[in-house]
Nanobody, 122 residues
Framework: QVQLVESGGGLVQPGGSLRLSCAAS????????MGWYRQAPGEERELVAI???????NYADSAKDRFTVSRDFAKNTVWLQMNSLKPEDTAVYYC????????????????WGKGTLVTVSS
C-alpha cells in the first residue's frame, strides 16, 4: 500500500515563497514519476510540475520560472519550491506518484495524496 503525505501549505502574501513536501510511505523500491497537481475552487485539477526517474521535468506554463520541482529518489520524496507566488496560485496542491515498484512488483497506476492548501493573499 502506497501512501503520499504532503506538508508545507499555508497562507502567504503575494510575492512570497512556500516549499511543499511529499513523502511516499510503504515498501517502495522506486517511483517512476512524482510531482504536483493543483485544484482551485471551481476548477479542474491541473498539472503543476512533475519529475521522472531520469530527472526530466515537465512544468505548467504558469509554473515555469517561478516553481522548482525536486526529488530524493532514495527517500521517495518530492518537493515543490514556489517563489513569486500570486493570488491565482491559491489552490489545494496534491502530490502524485505514477508507476510504483514494490517488492519487485510494478504497479502502473497512480497515487494521490490528500492535498495541502496554499492560499496567496494579502
Amino acid at each position: 500500500q502506497v501512501q503520499l503525505v504532503e506538508s508545507g501549505g499555508g497562507l502567504v502574501q503575494p510575492g512570497g515563497s512556500l516549499r511543499l513536501s511529499c513523502a511516499a510511505s510503504g515498501t517502495i523500491s522506486s517511483i517512476n514519476v512524482m510531482g504536483w497537481y493543483r485544484q482551485a475552487p471551481g476548477e479542474e485539477r491541473e498539472l503543476v510540475a512533475i519529475m521522472s526517474r531520469t530527472g526530466s521535468t515537465n512544468y505548467a506554463d504558469s509554473a515555469k520560472d517561478r516553481f522548482t520541482v525536486s526529488r530524493d529518489f532514495a527517500k521517495n520524496t518530492v518537493w515543490l519550491q514556489m517563489n513569486s507566488l500570486k493570488p491565482e496560485d491559491t489552490a489545494v496542491y496534491y502530490c502524485n506518484a505514477v508507476g510504483v515498484t514494490s517488492m519487485s512488483v510494478f504497479y502502473g497506476g497512480q497515487y494521490w495524496g490528500k492535498g495541502t492548501l496554499v492560499t496567496v493573499s494579502s
